[in-house]
């Protein structure tokens, strides 16, 4: 490797050095895709038999309604008959046992756990309902009520179906992710010559052919052909990304318009779809600490309803001299209308919808309680190279200091010299010259730059060192202008003469302007932190409005500088590459890892961000603050309508005409819950 003596060496090295740490998430990847499945087919199992039981109680509750004697008074009908309360009895007992069996086994479970909830409550409620209509029929004083319990039963099993439903279509973002992948592919056999195969056969090392319009089967580097591809389901980006030789492609992608053949580098768990399928169901099931909140108020909404069941019976036998079966329609009426359903449903339905939302839009979220974490940020602290910069050297200027050659031939005999070379500056070089001349002869000069012997001539590509040391003259005010834009420059020595100077800069991404432009907006401090020499580190802050920069960090020391920023008392993320990054990420309140590419598992952090855009970080801060207002909003909608309808199932309204049946609470439960699954349909990116 040559001996340029650049400033900016230090973020090259130390990813080298640290690039072994790409392994890490690799080795902790999901393997789990029977229980995956397992899970699924329960799910569709449990949607299939709330609906079945829903239909079978609806065509009973018709007779049960039919028979029942308040509401033939209600229609102001007759339609009694010896025996009806006994067949009122026996379809009611059907609707009971039949139709109410998960709430019942619901009940068991949670009062086994100690944990009573919705299930305990509607479980408690049908009982009632049932015995007590029963005790009617076998003598005892009242009104039968087996009309609410089917009613009750019927409403709820409906409830439940509604809500399997959505939790259903809420998770479906990995059935469209696995929907991507094509079912087969052409495979190259070795005479060039093409066969079908299941995408599950391909091996790495398969040469596979993608023709216009089909989906990539698996992820791999072209090795012919040249096309667009439209990557928009995996990575959010919208227009479709030009392909060649050598470039990479990712499975599930769709090629648009000319041929390509592939070969295959990843399969399987290895696979970005993969990969990605594998974060989503991670976060998905990640903790929420706002679902921690639901869960403790469903909790204490039980007791409550509990607690006022009793009080409401106890108060209307004892104090007002109300009939039994009133008291007792009373507490059913309380017990419905407290039961925690869409409360259960309120935090779940918003988080697999952030989810899928991130995951669509290029960023996927590990770890819950970190994205909520995020909406509360004080400050985003951002890596310099590959994050706000393009992380590649780009030639940004050629002085000429010798009007024998032009600025081309300048370019072209250092570029030359370069493709011996394996350092950053001189693939910066190479991609800008047009032509080369193969060296004929190659050296390093320690610790000072290369030299050679280019189409005949003696040439030395060098650093200002060199320069200075041979005390060589050049416009050093011209040079140190560019210098000062935090660029690199080298310099051309052609038959021992200073003939020029080339500068290297790493681009500026737009979108990083954009970003800390956005963060500010937001009232976020953003901070900088660099490998880099303080001179191009401060020349980057400058002009993209940096608030602090750290310049000069070496990589284990980069944790410290995010632990400095957090004694401020602020809440931080870090952003940076995932590789050499780690300790900061992990370090900082949100970590958050930035142009994963095609190994989005071995990237380190709580959330990880497909695509090279700063962007994203703003939009993530904004999807944070989205999903916690419609986390915020459910809860309302779910605890805040049980809260008002208490006391009107209790009948505090009662001397004024106004009552909750059991079944008008049912209703209005459902009503809730259908409410809650809408709201959280609302979410979107802003």
Known sequence: ???????????????QQDSSDRGKRSDEKMSHDHDDHSHHEHHKQMVQDFKFRFWWVLAQTIPIMALSPMIQDFLGVDW????????LAALSTVVYFFGGWPFLTGLVDE????????MTLIGLAISIAYLYSTAVVFGFEGDLLYWELSTLVGIMLLGHWIEMRSVMSASSALEELAALLPGEAHRVKEDGSTEDVPVDELQQGDKVLIKPGEKIPADGVVVKGESSVNEAMLTGESKPVSKRKEDEVIGGSVNEKGSLTIEISKTGDDSFLSQVMNLVEEAQQSKSRTQDLANRAAFWLTIVAIT?????????????????DFAMNRTVAVMVITCPHALGLAIPLVVSRSTSIAATNGFLIRDRAAFE??????????????????????????LNFNDDYSDEEIL???????????????????EKADETWEPEEFDSITGKGIEGKVNGKPVKVVSPGYVNEQEMEYSEDEVEEISSQGKTVVFVIIEDKLTGAIALGDEIRESSKNAIQALHEMGIECIMLTGDNRQTAEYVGRELNIDQVFAEVL???KA????EVQNQGKRVAMTGDGVNDAPALAQADVGIAIGAGSDVAVETGDIVLVKNNPEDVTALIKLSKATYRKMVQNLWWASGYNIGAIPLAAGVLFAWGVILSPAVGAILMSLSTVIVAVNARFLKME
């Open 1 to 15: 490797m040559d001996q340029h003596e650049h400033h900016n060496h230090g973020k090259h090295d130390h990813q």
């Open 80 to 87: 009694r008959f010896t025996a009806d309360k006994w067949i």
């Open 111 to 118: 009062l086994k756990e100690k944990q009573p909830g919705m």
């Open 308 to 324: 006022a069941g009793l009080l409401t019976f106890g108060a209307w036998i004892l104090f007002t001299g109300q009939s039994f």
């Open 373 to 398: 974490q995020a909406r509360n940020l004080d400050a985003v602290i951002f890596d310099k190279t590959g994050t706000l910069t393009e992380g590649t050297f780009t030639v940004t200027d050629i």
């Open 412 to 430: 072209k005999y250092a570029a030359s010299l370069e493709t011996n070379s394996e350092h950053p500056l001189a693939k910066g070089i190479l």
């Open 555 to 557: 990589p284990h020391e």
């Open 560 to 563: 410290d500088k995010v632990k």
